[in-house]
């Protein structure tokens, strides 16, 4: 991202709870064809990841999460991200409201 800030094109949508949202808003899409529908993931925030190890540590678990790296941003940075995105996406938009 030209803003220094680290993203990459992924061609799924996770596991369960995101690819239940995609399929979700997939089927509702379905019914009109005005309908876009995209999704991003962000990471965890720094805080979720602290109380996320944790946890794994006072329970003497072993957790296997879909992102076994525990990567975080800040809030304020993955907001700044998603600014970025629609912003890059608007004109795209712009070109299909007026089809």
Do not use: K, W
């Amino acid at each position: 991202m030209s803003e220094g800030i680290p993203a990459r094109l992924s061609e799924h949508a996770g596991t369960f709870l995101c690819n239940a949202a995609l399929y979700t808003a997939l089927s509702h899409a379905s019914v009109s064809t005005a309908s876009l529908i995209g999704l991003m993931h962000v990471p965890y925030l720094p805080q979720q990841v602290s109380a996320l190890l944790r946890a794994i540590r006072e329970e003497g678990r072993i957790e296997l999460f879909q992102r076994q790296d525990f990567a975080s941003m800040a809030f304020d940075i993955q907001f700044h991200a998603v600014q970025c995105a629609l912003e890059e996406i608007a004109p795209a938009l712009e070109a299909m409201n007026d089809i």
